[in-house]
């Protein structure tokens, strides 16, 4: 089989020789050498030319199977599937849940490779079962790792890690990990990182905001206690950490109910969407205005609320998204602090 002179497998070499086959087909793939549908040598054959043992060669093709490069017919061999392998860098984007944010990353992200990568996105909705499950299956097929970490307990507290995240993590050889959006602390040696810093950011961002927020009586935040998808609490202690240095009077609430009381001079920051709606319409049906009666920040941009004009503090997704890339695209250890502002509208 003409094949067999493409693959080389160097005894002198440290990469392990099951990783070896499985560069040597995705070369062969990626320089047309090998076609879609074109079939490749059986474990037998490749192991007997290079005098390897089947378990080595298994192994290679197991892990060619998962990426869906090449299949197995029964009776028949091994095939091509695909050839769209433009790089060999092979990403795994773990997700911790699906929202316009997460999704504006990810984007971003792609947009930013430009088609120089493969990336499998997967959303494990902060349960930490789910998230080691994916890594564990996942941890010898692919190249590059991209990791939002935020889990939850069983009282819906956010936590950025656990024993067992950071010992799985550890298994990830530093050079293919990237964590982003949470500053992950815990894990051994170098690794690349973009990140948000949850309690500085709203410190900072509030103080850019001063003059007009001065101007109301009393500052609330909406602080969801207990959450399917829960936030990081460092975020109440930023907003803390400005009332105390400025002197405001503040409250920390979990929800914004139906019937809550508002006064003038009101100040609320609001973090989840549903509480966004209802102080919205609270304030339109208690017959206020916002950003006279009532001060509205959100956390977290999007396009409807640059729409509606409410004022945000909010971190640069589209930003982290493009650093993610260019990170991986570098093949060097970065860590990058992700862009975070006050962006002043009508609602204050």
């Given amino acids: 089989m003409q094949i067999l002179e493409h ?11 099951y990783r070896q086959i499985v560069e040597s087909i995705i070369d062969n793939i ?3 050498k090998l076609k879609v549908d074109e079939k490749i040598p059986s474990i037998n054959m490749l192991s007997e030319e290079f005098d390897l043992s089947r378990d080595t060669v298994e192994k290679a093709y197991k892990i060619l199977k998962e990426r869906n490069i090449i ?3 029964m009776g028949k061999g091994y095939y091509v599937t695909r050839t769209s392998l433009i790089s060999q860098v092979n990403v795994l984007f773990l997700v911790n849940k699906l929202s316009n944010y997460k999704m ?3 984007n971003s992200f792609i947009q930013e490779l430009q088609g120089s990568s493969h990336t499998d996105l997967h959303i494990y909705h902060c349960d930490e079962t789910l998230f080691l499950n994916l890594l564990k299956k996942n941890l010898k097929t692919y190249d590059y790792f991209v990791i939002m970490p935020h889990f939850k307990t069983s009282a819906l507290r956010h936590v950025s890690f656990t024993d067992d995240v950071v010992e ?3 298994k990830i050889p530093k050079h293919k990990l990237l964590i982003l959006d949470n500053n992950l602390t815990g894990l051994t040696g170098e690794f690349s990182i973009v990140y948000q810093d949850f309690e500085n950011d709203i410190y900072k961002a509030l103080t850019d905001g001063l003059e007009k927020i001065r101007k109301y009586k009393k500052i609330f935040l909406v602080y969801p206690e207990r959450s399917i998808y829960p936030y990081p609490r460092r975020i109440m202690h930023g907003f803390r950490k400005f009332c105390v ?6 409250e920390v609430i979990h929800e914004v109910y139906e019937d809550i009381i508002l006064e003038s001079g009101d100040l609320f920051v609001t973090i989840a969407e549903n509480d966004l709606v209802n102080l919205v319409k609270q304030i339109r049906d208690d017959g206020m205005e916002m950003g006279q009666d009532i001060g509205v920040i959100s956390y977290n941009e999007t396009p409807l609320k ?5 004022t945000v503090i909010s971190t640069d997704f589209d930003q982290m998204g493009r650093t993610a890339a260019e990170v991986m695209l570098s093949k060097e ?13 009508s609602s204050v």
């Fill in 245 to 250: 240095k400025f002197k405001m009077d503040f």
């Fill in 333 to 345: 250890i970065k860590k990058v602090q992700n862009p975070f502002r006050f962006i002043d509208r």
């Fill in 168 to 170: 799985t993590l550890n």
């Fill in 104 to 106: 504006r990353i990810y």
């Fill in 30 to 32: 990626s320089s047309g």
């Fill in 71 to 73: 299949t197995s017919v």
């Fill in 306 to 310: 640059d729409l509606l004009g409410i």
């Fill in 7 to 17: 693959i080389t497998i160097n005894e002198n070499s440290r990469i392990p020789k």
